[in-house]
């Protein structure tokens, strides 16, 4: 017998399918599908629903209507589907003439009530093949999945075998169905509409023709898109056998979809209106969250999960939908398993979507309480036992001391700690007033801060360190970049005695699902090649290390070469750029500190309005005050609007381009945000978060742009590559390095055994921070310490520090990862951490000022990479542990300063030319100087200036012919190069003079 490979085989083995998980088949004909066309409503199984499950209130009902009461009924449905909506009727029934009509019974959560079970146990679930919905047409809809009457589910299938796949069923209900017929009306009837074929789902919840948007309803294939070989079945059958069976599509209509309410809003961000999304769990979503509960339920409280979840994935509404299902999670014994679930974020977004999901879920006001006051608050909101609190990362700490004496109740924490520093404000240091700095020391100073920023999961990873094991909280930390501690401290320990994520959704998938798109796609450098010329008489000794970052800063940072990196982002950016997402495409540029950000506004504002370009507008974001000179820049200042206006301003079609200090660079989520121009070294988790703000999708986006100044392909393609699939550990940290630190610290000889167990008996027994008296006694034991510490030499000095910081951190990690019990070593490890506190600054700590002793001479921008980073499918990485050995100190080589130069030299220079010269800066500050032109400049308009500028132009040229005779016989003998450069430094010039 030769095999059925048609469409209609498919859909009987669907049906088959459907049949054994608990539906009943229903053929609609005769009066059944006139019904249904008329209203898009099985009327008769609707009806003999209410007869089997609310009698009573039928009777009730036919009383006050009389004879007619099934269309009075039926009427009030259709009208209430049609003000209210499907989910909202779903939900809460439908109110007529005092009596409420439940349109189905989801399980209840225990066999205790009966009643209850009884009801659930009379839904009727039926598939219907074929199923024809107008008389206007002979259009039908190949499956249709009905709940008591209602037509929930809308399926168009398709069989690769008759050479018809997924896509022409996406294309069958864009275009074939029309949206203004009842059965299509948005929210009404249908929750869900699937494109189906053997081996990909796709699904919508809104029929809109070509705005119709279909997601990817799939499991994914080996950390790719698509699904999974299954031996003996269709890649898909997990649709029809687990996701749509009576049990589960109850639990996705009443505890998972919510409609999602956004404003919409002008180019001006003024609102016009409301938009409505009915949201519908993907794949991914529904499948993490069932099986946290799933795992909760069988383990209880105190175990820790790690979800890595690529941007794209949709963490908002998985942590809102897990936050609501843990909250009503319940034991055996009608318990709840949790007393309160804690949601740690720094997103405001989350805060109103989790209200309002939680609302629709619940129908309860004060199940979730947003903490923006003070700790009292926080304090009363646990002690209450309020369901879902969602507060901020800084309160973390007190909640951890708050819960661990409350032993008795149990907690869930998530952890939404990949949008930790949106806005910036994750560090004090980079909020400071930022004074008198050069560029070179400003940007030193920033890059230390955001050095020592630490994540947001390494925060919570140190803070719940400190807290110890708490048996009375489950931890649930969602990120994209896993760092290896996250993984040791949250990640389930694999068969191979690995930690890993308990769940996956890699940027591959995403980027292959088209949830995100691939920065890395459109990527050019542009390396900055520079010579040095030494403008002081005498070679002072330099520290190498030091002087060669100095150096290299200094050139980076000449006023040129932002002048340079302006013009060329900006018509880049007005070529290339502002045409893209139909002329609204905006861009990004990262800058290496606040000072820089500040530099490249004042440069960015002055070259728009030369070149009169009217129609771009900049925005910068930085943290506190910069003072440049005598000057103070505060962002709101600049800006003319408060930092919180920022994210709703840039999206206005007002402003194009946002100059950024560490704001912004994670976290901040513009889906209008096309190219990124990056000036600022990056590497590692740093690399990943900033260029990803480029990946959000809208429509008309359909690709991104990177042009990069400073960092090399290899770099980032290497700091991406560990988050591309999923992310393991090679290896767990060995508690027997503890040892080899110990062994380190102690041939210093800064402490004595009598010190380290009086310093513990001091924090054992009274407890430093409670008792005054111990703290005297503390101070004064440390003091021996810091007086041996202040003998030991300048190197020996830094490396005591680094071991002795190495041995403290290392330790309250290994502590939380293995069971490890050495009584000297915590005795060490108390006093060490309260000597670091005490002890001096080191010298390395000083900074090396070269910026007044060189001058640039050369400057060339050269596009050297241009084209897609290829990252590689290796099926995840392993990410080595912490190595935690201290390292030893490098003397610095005292070198003489020339020497530093011509290495730097040969190693960026190439062959130059004349136009890349800086002694043109000369002849600019004598035009400047010059109180003639100036009047000129003054008094007359760029074209009338342009006469008197191109006369005096060579009496000035002449006049330094002396300083660089190869320079300036150039724009003798060269027309084209000496109109080039008069064209350009009249420009400056008459600038310069009116500004």
């Known amino acids: 017998m030769a095999v059925d490979t048609s469409e209609k085989g ?31 409503i099985d009327v008769e199984e609707l009806f003999a629903f209410f007869e089997d499950t609310q009698e009573k209130r039928m009777r009730t009902l036919e009383k006050s209507y009389g004879p007619s009461y099934k269309e009075e009924v039926l009427r009030r449905i259709k009208d209430q589907l049609h003000k209210q909506g499907l989910v909202e009727c779903l939900r809460k029934g439908i109110k007529d003439r005092g009596v409420t009509l439940q349109l189905a019974f989801n399980k209840p959560p225990t066999d205790m009530n009966k009643t209850l079970n009884k009801q659930y146990a009379k839904n009727r679930f039926n598939v219907s093949r074929q199923v024809y919905y107008s008389d206007k047409h002979n259009n039908s809809l190949d499956m249709v999945l009905f709940l008591n009457g209602l037509p929930i589910v809308v399926m168009e299938l398709k ?45 919508a919840t809104k029929l809109d023709k070509g705005k119709t948007y279909f997601l990817p ?70 499948d993490v969250v069932r099986k946290l509960e799933a795992d909760v339920n069988v383990k209880q409280v105190g175990q820790n999960y790690l979800i890595q979840h690529s941007a794209g994935s949709g963490k908002t509404n998985s942590i809102s939908w897990l936050a609501h299902r843990l909250a009503k999670l319940h034991t055996d014994d009608n318990e709840s398993v949790f007393s309160s679930v804690i949601v740690i974020t720094d997103r405001r977004v989350l805060d109103k979507q989790l209200q309002d999901a939680v609302y629709q879920l619940e129908h309860k006001a004060g199940m979730v309480e947003r903490i923006n006051q003070d700790s009292d608050q926080l304090a009363k909101a646990i002690n209450n036992e309020t369901r879902i609190i969602i507060t901020t990362l800084q309160k973390f700490p007190y909640i951890l001391e708050k819960v661990a004496g409350l032993d008795r109740k149990k907690y869930a924490v998530i952890i939404d700690e990949a949008h930790s520093s949106q806005g910036g404000k994750a560090s004090t240091a980079l909020t400071n007033v930022l004074s008198d700095k050069t560029l070179e020391s400003a940007y030193e100073e920033d890059r230390i801060a955001e050095e020592n920023l630490d994540d947001v999961d390494e925060k919570i990873v140190e803070a719940i360190m400190k807290s110890g094991k708490q048996d009375n909280v489950s931890f649930f930390a969602f990120t994209a970049t896993p760092k290896p501690k996250t993984l040791e401290k949250f990640g389930t320990m694999g068969i191979d005695g690995k930690p890993t994520a308990f769940h996956h959704y890699t940027m591959r998938q995403a980027i292959e699902e088209g ?58 950016y007005r070529n290339f750029v502002q045409r893209k997402i139909g002329g609204r495409a905006k861009a990004m540029v990262v800058t290496a500190s606040r000072l820089h950000a500040v530099r490249y506004k004042i440069a960015f504002d002055k070259y728009i309005n030369d070149m009169g370009h009217t129609d771009m507008k900049t925005v910068v974001a930085f943290s506190g005050t910069v003072k440049d000179g005598e000057i103070g820049y505060t962002e709101p200042d600049m800006n003319k609007f408060s930092d919180k206006e920022l994210p ?95 062994a380190e610290i102690e041939p210093y000889q800064v402490f004595t ?20 008296k111990a703290q005297t006694e503390l101070n004064a034991v440390l003091d021996q310490g810091v007086e041996r510490y202040k003998k030991l030499s300048e190197e020996e000095q830094e490396a005591f520090k680094q071991a002795t910081t190495k041995f403290t951190r290392t330790y309250g990690f290994v502590l939380q990862i293995v069971t490890f019990i050495d009584i000297d070593l915590h005795k060490q490890y108390i006093y060490l951490t309260y000597l670091l506190r ?158």
Not at 31 to 37: E, G
Not at 262 to 276: C, F, L, M, P
Not at 753 to 772: A, F, H, I, N, P
């Open 159 to 203: 069989n690769p075998l008759t050479n018809q796949t997924v896509e022409h069923a996406m294309k069958q209900l864009k275009n074939d169905r029309d949206p203004r017929e009842q059965l299509f009306k948005f929210n009404e009837r249908v929750a869900v509409y699937f494109a189906v074929d053997p081996d990909e789902v796709f699904m």
């Open 838 to 995: 005490k002890l001096p600054r080191s010298a390395g700590d000083k900074d090396v000022y070269l910026a007044d002793d060189v001058a640039l001479e050369y400057y060339r921008n050269q596009k050297v990479f241009e084209g897609n980073i290829e990252l590689e499918q290796t099926g995840g990485v392993d990410l080595d542990p912490q190595k935690h050995g201290a390292g030893g100190l490098v003397e610095d080589e005292k070198v003489r300063l020339s020497s530093i130069l011509d290495k730097l030299n040969e190693r960026f220079g190439t062959q130059f030319s004349e136009t890349d010269f800086l002694s043109r800066e000369q002849v600019k500050e004598d035009m400047l100087n010059s109180d003639e032109l100036r009047q000129k400049a003054k008094n007359n308009t760029k074209e009338n200036f342009k006469f008197a500028f191109e006369k005096t132009f060579m009496d000035f040229v002449i006049d330094r012919m002396s300083s660089n005779q190869e320079f300036f016989m150039k724009i003798l003998e060269n027309d084209e190069f000496k109109s080039y450069i008069m064209e350009d430094m009249m420009n400056e010039v008459y600038g310069e003079v009116n500004q």
């Open 753 to 772: 055994e009598d010190e380290v167990q009086r310093v513990s008996e001091l924090e054992v027994t009274d407890g430093v921070k409670k008792s005054v």
């Open 515 to 572: 949830f995100i798109l691939d920065v890395l796609q459109n990527y050019t450098t542009y390396k900055t090649f520079w010579k040095i010329a030494k403008t002081v008489d005498d070679d002072p000794e330099v520290s190498q290390k030091q002087a060669t970052k100095k150096l290299a800063q200094y050139v980076s940072l000449h006023p040129h070469s932002i002048a340079q990196k302006t013009e060329i982002i900006i018509e880049h």
């Open 217 to 286: 309803f799939n499991k994914g294939n080996n950390g790719g898109k698509g699904n999974p070989l299954v031996y003996d079945n269709y890649r898909t059958h997990y649709l029809w056998d687990e996701i749509l069976t009576p049990d589960s599509l109850l639990d996705i209509l009443y505890r998972f979809i919510f409609i999602k309410k956004d404003d919409i809003k002008d180019s001006n961000g003024e609102t016009i209106g409301e938009r409505q999304m009915l949201i519908f769990p993907r794949f991914h979503q529904l």
């Open 648 to 742: 709703e301003k840039f999206h206005s079609d007002e402003y194009k381009v946002l100059l950024v200090a560490e704001k912004y660079q994670t976290g901040f989520d513009e889906p209008l945000l096309h190219t990124m121009y990056v000036d600022k070294p990056l590497s590692g988790i740093k690399a990943v978060q900033t260029l990803s703000r480029l990946n959000r999708t809208c429509p008309g986006k359909e690709d991104t742009f990177v042009l990069d100044f400073i960092n090399d392909p290899e770099d980032i393609k290497e700091s991406f590559q560990p988050y591309y699939e999923s992310t393991n550990l090679s290896e767990v940290t060995d508690p027997n390095i503890l040892y080899d630190l110990q």
């Open 10 to 40: 498919f859909e009987m083995n669907i049906e088959a399918a459907l049949i054994a998980n608990g539906y009943k088949k229903r053929v609609l004909e005769g009066d059944a599908s006139s019904a249904f066309k008329q209203h898009a």
